[in-house]
């Protein structure tokens, strides 16, 4: 059985109904040792595996496992740092470009009518995963909220993270950087 552990992911509060779910998304309180960053280990596994949709030079595009949304991605640079400032010049540059990239692949896929995108700089701002810096981009429609948040602290998702992984990643400009970075970059 899969852990999911095994993923990248920012945890939050909330349970949700997997419709139709699976029971490895449904554990809670992932709450990663240092020396064993998810961010850090995820680009070394299998785009499928670690629910990558692309990957640049200096930062990495995948999927959130704990969505806010269908589609809700985080950007990466892969070097482990905490904060927006700690990035070097070529990594803001292509978090913003990966973000950018992001946006239209989205709204070509999904359709949706806006974006939530920001970062949570420390755990007193509500980071997930303090330690590695991580862009949210979740997208929004506009009958997307319900009252399942309020009533229930549950969020209805209602599409296999696997399935959106692969409509993001076909929907990905070829132009843009996709492969694993080289180890002379
Ligand atoms: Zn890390």
Known sequence: MESSNDFAAVPDAFQRLWTPHRLVYI?????????????????????EKALIVARGEHCYVLLNLFPYNSGHLLV??????????????????????????????LTA???????NIGMNQGRIAGAGIAE????????????????????????????LLGEVRADVAAGWPASAPREAPSASS
């Open 76 to 105: 990466c640079p892969y070097r482990h740092v905490a904060t927006y400032d700690e990035a070097t010049a070529e990594e803001v540059a292509e978090m913003a470009s990966l973000t950018q990239t992001a946006m239209r692949v």
């Open 27 to 47: 554990e809670n309180g992932q709450q990663p040792q240092k020396h064993e960053c998810p961010f850090c280990i995820v680009p070394s596994m299998t785009d």
């Open 132 to 159: 590695h810096l991580h862009q949210h981009i979740v997208p929004r429609w506009a009958l997307d909220s319900n009252f399942f948040p309020i009533i229930a602290g549950t969020k209805a998702i209602p599409r």
């Open 109 to 115: 896929v999904s359709n949706c009518d806006g974006f």
